[in-house]
């Protein structure tokens, strides 16, 4: 269990070489158009507005195509923090490659975003798709995001929802079988499963080994209030930025659902919430 951060640090080293070169990132995309955002960010850029004179921190930012974009919608200065030294590196090169001015990459595990980071502090903390699978406890994911904001400041994210992740999406005939845990647990979920999300060769990534945790969505939302937050916002969604699941179709705008009765299963939420005090 203490090393969970360092088994899954080897596996993303070895996913950034893949991921940088995907077209699934399209990384030259965004440095050639200035103007361009990754597809999660494009999302939910309605939600988070313009970010004019905003200081925010990008939690778990991988490769930072999310950064980037972060970027773009005016935020005064963007940090990003994660655990996978190689990601950073590929983070660092696209914001020079990109002229993004004013961007901090910090290495770093989610725990110990506040002794990294020092002094700073941000007006908005930032947690995008696929980040919080891999944190142990949702509470003290909480706490340390209460640190890093300032009062008034907000946290936002969007995820894959916690029902999605009890599904077993082995099956291969269209079936909804719940068969993981819905509730955060003690253990992890391990997986050795071999390769990446995106294309690309994937015979460089031999460590495959990963922990993962699921939180169930009550126990997201009561760690923010119990970290010092009012939630301003909370949705879900019957859509998802990627097949899922093998019997997910393509509906469109990127996005991917059940092809059919797709009231059954919840693929994605979004939890926005404002840290009180003075």
């Given at each position: 269990m203490a090393e969970y951060w360092e088994i899954n640090r080897a596996n993303w080293d070895q996913r950034a070489a893949v991921h940088a070169t995907s077209t699934t990132y399209n990384l030259q995309r965004l440095i050639v158009d200035p103007t361009a955002l990754s597809e999660v960010v494009s999302h939910d850029a309605v939600h988070l507005g313009d970010l004019s004179g905003r200081d925010v921190c990008h939690l778990q930012c991988h490769i930072g195509t999310d950064t980037v974009s972060l970027a773009r919608l005016g935020a005064r200065s963007i940090t990003g923090l994660d655990v996978s030294p190689r990601s950073i590196e590929v983070a660092r090169q696209l914001a020079s490659d990109c002229q993004i001015a004013d961007a901090t990459f910090v290495e770093a595990e989610v725990y110990d975003a506040v002794a990294?980071?020092?002094?700073?502090?941000?007006?908005?903390?930032?947690?995008g798709v696929g980040a919080i699978n891999w944190i142990p406890s949702i509470?003290?994911?909480a706490g340390v995001i209460a640190q890093l904001l300032r009062p008034g400041g907000r946290v936002y994210l969007r995820d894959a929802h916690p029902m999605l992740y009890t599904i077993d999406h082995r099956l291969k005939d269209g079936t909804l079988v719940v068969e993981f845990p819905y509730f955060e647990t003690v253990e992890p979920f391990v997986d050795d499963e071999p390769g990446t999300y995106t294309d690309g060769d994937h015979s460089s990534i031999t460590a495959n080994l990963t922990h993962e945790w699921n939180h169930g969505l009550a126990e997201i939302v009561q760690a923010l209030i119990d970290n010092g937050f009012a939630i301003t916002r909370?949705?879900?969604?019957?859509?998802a930025e990627w097949q899922a699941l093998d019997s997910m179709v393509d509906i469109g705008d990127g996005q991917f659902a059940l092809p059919e009765r797709r009231d059954r299963l919840p693929m994605m939420f979004t939890v926005e919430a404002t840290r009180l005090g003075l």
């Amino acid at each position: 269990m203490a090393e969970y951060w360092e088994i899954n640090r080897a596996n993303w080293d070895q996913r950034a070489a893949v991921h940088a070169t995907s077209t699934t990132y399209n990384l030259q995309r965004l440095i050639v158009d200035p103007t361009a955002l990754s597809e999660v960010v494009s999302h939910d850029a309605v939600h988070l507005g313009d970010l004019s004179g905003r200081d925010v921190c990008h939690l778990q930012c991988h490769i930072g195509t999310d950064t980037v974009s972060l970027a773009r919608l005016g935020a005064r200065s963007i940090t990003g923090l994660d655990v996978s030294p190689r990601s950073i590196e590929v983070a660092r090169q696209l914001a020079s490659d990109c002229q993004i001015a004013d961007a901090t990459f910090v290495e770093a595990e989610v725990y110990d975003a506040v002794a990294a980071l020092g002094a700073q502090r941000f007006d908005l903390v930032y947690s995008g798709v696929g980040a919080i699978n891999w944190i142990p406890s949702i509470s003290r994911w909480a706490g340390v995001i209460a640190q890093l904001l300032r009062p008034g400041g907000r946290v936002y994210l969007r995820d894959a929802h916690p029902m999605l992740y009890t599904i077993d999406h082995r099956l291969k005939d269209g079936t909804l079988v719940v068969e993981f845990p819905y509730f955060e647990t003690v253990e992890p979920f391990v997986d050795d499963e071999p390769g990446t999300y995106t294309d690309g060769d994937h015979s460089s990534i031999t460590a495959n080994l990963t922990h993962e945790w699921n939180h169930g969505l009550a126990e997201i939302v009561q760690a923010l209030i119990d970290n010092g937050f009012a939630i301003t916002r909370l949705a879900e969604h019957a859509e998802a930025e990627w097949q899922a699941l093998d019997s997910m179709v393509d509906i469109g705008d990127g996005q991917f659902a059940l092809p059919e009765r797709r009231d059954r299963l919840p693929m994605m939420f979004t939890v926005e919430a404002t840290r009180l005090g003075l």
